[in-house]
């Protein structure tokens, strides 16, 4: 005799509209598995995957298809063997650094870099008992020298730095690091792995906010790591631990972005070029800091361990009157977007001092090169002429408030 099945409506409601669908054909774009929890035949199976999220799946902040996806994804470009993805870039870093930080450890860190990443370090890593000693680390002596002063557990970089776009020597670092026993962590969302791939220059973990140029359209917040499996393992043990989890349609949105990062990361290159450049031979423009300008202090550096011809699409001006002037050329451009992020389509641009190195004091921002008329510029996809009209309008107006003001020569 067959079962009859449940007769109460609810009970059928519930299990008719949680039934999958049979589906024999692969679909072209990864399923959005929008599901908290997952099934198991039996307990001795549901034992298993939730003792190892990498057996299975049973519950979405231990594992989820979709954000598996993307962190085989981005392990798959930027040449690790393995990789996972987290709910924001700084939910990326910070785990990436527990997971290979305790009480006691010293951490090496560039003087330059995203002012959430040094609260991190200065204002929450060191109430635990962890000692960050910040230098330049574009500069290989002080580098060697820095890391050579005391034992260090990790060196930590920006391969291009935020907001000062200054470049670290990844080769030259990765060998001090491994020389003195440190773990090598980079932070690489400035260039993106169609740019540069530190974990081939002897990175042993590469995090990046997948907010950025991999996702591209603002409208997502998420992160990626990718390293040896040994090492992603200790990463995801964090996040479980912690809570940082992706969800499964923001990282849907973060593949969909993926597919097509070269293309994008391309335009915004050549057209950050071709601004960076006419930006140099402008009044009222100190300097340009752009890694494919020969004026740029780690150009060498940069053709060296870029993809050939693709520096980037961010770039830094100084210009002229300080924040005043800067602020009022922030308010005098029309095309681009009044906000704080980068790597979209949108241009941005951002007065550092004002938001993404908004938590550090006068002192620190000097030491870091951070002069208080610089201005970070996210080139997005506009067409160059236009950009160039704007900011032509826009320096015109900064020159207006501080028409006494000198102009050094280009380059300085």
């Known amino acids: 005799m067959s079962d009859p ?66 962190g085989d994804a981005y392990a798959e470009l930027a040449g690790g063997e393995a990789g996972t993805a987290l709910a924001s870039g700084m939910g990326a870093i910070h785990a990436t650094l527990v997971s290979q930080l305790e009480a006691g450890d010293r951490v090496v860190a560039p003087r330059v870099t995203y002012g959430s990443t040094r609260a991190l370090f200065a204002g929450i890593l060191s109430r635990f008992g962890v000692r960050v000693d910040f230098a330049d680390l574009t500069d290989n002596a002080t580098a060697a020298a820095t890391i050579a002063a005391a034992p260090t557990r990790v060196v930590y970089a920006e391969t291009i730095a935020n907001p000062t776009t200054v470049v670290t020597d990844h080769a030259t670092v990765a060998r001090l690091a491994h020389e003195h026993g440190a773990t090598y962590i980079v932070d690489n969302t400035f260039a993106s792995p169609y740019i540069c791939r530190p974990l081939e220059l002897g990175a042993d973990l590469v995090a990046e906010s997948a907010t950025k140029f991999l996702s591209g359209h603002s409208d997502v917040i998420a992160g990626v790591v990718a390293g040896r499996s040994d090492l992603i393992r200790k990463v995801e043990k964090v996040q479980t631990d912690t809570g940082a989890t992706i969800g499964p349609f923001d990282a849907f949105l973060v593949l969909r972005g993926i597919l097509t990062l070269a293309v994008r990361v391309e335009r915004h290159a050549k057209t950050a070029a071709a601004l960076a450049a006419w930006l140099e031979r402008q009044d009222g423009v100190q300097r340009v800091l752009y890694p494919g300008l020969p004026s740029h202090p780690q ?74 008329g610089l201005l970070r510029i996210s080139v997005g996809l506009e067409d160059l002429e236009d950009l160039q009209d704007d900011f032509a309008a826009a320096l015109v107006v900064a020159r207006d408030l501080a028409p006494a003001v000198e102009q050094p020569a280009v380059g300085v």
């Open 5 to 70: 099945g449940p007769k109460g409506f609810s009970t059928r409601a519930i299990r008719a509209a949680a039934r999958n669908p049979r589906v024999d054909q692969r679909p072209s774009s990864v399923p959005i598995y929008q599901s908290a929890t997952f099934t198991s035949a039996d307990a001795e199976e549901l034992g298993d995957v939730v003792a190892d999220a990498r057996a299975g799946y049973s519950y979405s902040r231990l594992s989820n298809p979709t954000s598996r996806a993307l």
């Open 299 to 372: 150009h060498d550096v940069a053709m060296r361990q870029f993809r050939p011809g693709v520096a980037g699409g961010m770039l830094a001006i100084e210009v002229a009157g300080g924040r005043d002037a800067g602020r009022a050329i922030i308010d005098a451009l029309t095309l681009t977007e009044l906000t704080a992020s980068l790597g979209s389509v949108h241009t941005m641009v951002v007065h550092p001092p004002s938001t993404s190195q908004r938590q550090m004091s006068d002192a620190e921002l000097a030491d870091a090169g951070i002069t208080p």
